[in-house]
């Protein structure tokens, strides 16, 4: 799995670096087929005094990408709201590639005469 993590108007510190890889870790679990994963942490400023934390996840596994972002006023909460969305998404992908099409024996047996 390639992981990039990359700050925008931010520094990735040594601890945001860590704290993202332990969030990754749930994802993983669940589906192991990942192949990159791109993590941009930025600071936007909307207001004079008010600023938006935002992260974004771009995950390719097989067959398909999924992005997710995540914005509010907290680093830390905006990467775990953006890891639980991130999880339900890869649940939901991994739920659709899976074959749920079992056939019965009624079914095999109808072209048997």
């Known amino acids: 799995m390639n992981l990039t993590i990359s700050g925008h108007h931010l520094e990735v510190t040594p601890a945001l670096r860590e704290y993202v890889l332990t969030k990754l870790e749930r994802v993983t679990r669940h589906f192991d087929q ?3 994963v791109t993590v941009l942490l930025t600071v936007e400023k909307l207001k004079e005094k008010e600023r938006r934390q935002k992260a974004e996840v771009t995950l390719h596994v097989k067959g398909r990408d999924i992005f997710v972002e995540q914005a509010h006023e907290d680093l830390y909460a905006a ?7 991130l999880d339900r998404q890869v649940v939901r992908h ?3 590639t899976q074959d749920h099409h079992h056939a019965t024996a009624k079914r095999a047996d109808v072209g048997v005469q």
Do not use: G
């Not at 990467?79 to 969305?85: S, Y």
């Open 34 to 36: 990942v192949v990159d």
């Open 94 to 96: 991994k739920d659709r």
């Open 79 to 85: 990467i775990d709201q953006l890891m639980d969305k």
